[in-house]
């Protein structure tokens, strides 16, 4: 079954293997406004003269804007609409630049019916180069139960 606009996947429509993919293209303005919303204003994220001098050699895209795009895949795509983000293990590989199309991607990888969780690998990459590396689980609404809920 295809989610609709206002439900995502329900758990007995997973399966292991299934994912979902989203692809952004970093601008000046995302790495600005993401510094002005988070209050995140390390020069390294803003200041090019100062991020020159670090080992990035000039400035990089905040690593939690780059979880935000993990965010989105979960919340709009795999599972979808209705989805809860419970927790997410994220290691980052990589710097990403302004400019750099990055593509966020997540991977069921388990399963638990009964505790309607499941378990996703969630990977960035930015021209096939992995940056972003981790795992997410997420609690996705039952069918069964939302089919009960709505006979009562």
């Given amino acids: 079954m295809m989610m ?3 439900q995502g996947y ?3 429509d997973l399966e292991e293997g299934m994912s979902g993919s989203y692809a952004k293209t970093v601008t000046e ?12 204003n390390n020069p390294v994220h803003i200041n090019e003269e100062f991020a020159s001098n670090t080992f990035a050699r000039g400035r990089i895209v905040h690593g939690m804007y780059l979880a935000g795009l993990i965010s989105c895949v979960l919340g709009t795509r ?5 989805a809860i983000y419970l927790d997410q293990f994220i290691k980052f590989k990589a710097p990403v630049r302004i400019g750099d199309t990055v593509k966020a991607t997540a991977t069921v990888r388990a399963i638990d ?6 378990t ?11 940056v972003v590396v981790g795992e997410a689980t997420v609690l996705v609404a039952s069918r069964a139960e939302q089919q009960e809920t709505a006979a009562a």
């Avoid at 996703?120 to 992995?130: A, I």
């Fill in 120 to 130: 996703l690998e969630t990977v960035c990459t930015v021209k096939g180069r992995v």
């Fill in 10 to 12: 329900y758990i007995e």
């Fill in 4 to 6: 609709d606009e206002y």
């Fill in 113 to 118: 019916r009964e505790r309607k969780r499941i």
């Fill in 78 to 82: 795999l599972p979808g609409p209705g």
């Fill in 29 to 40: 303005a995302d790495v600005v406004l993401y510094a002005g919303l988070s209050g995140d």
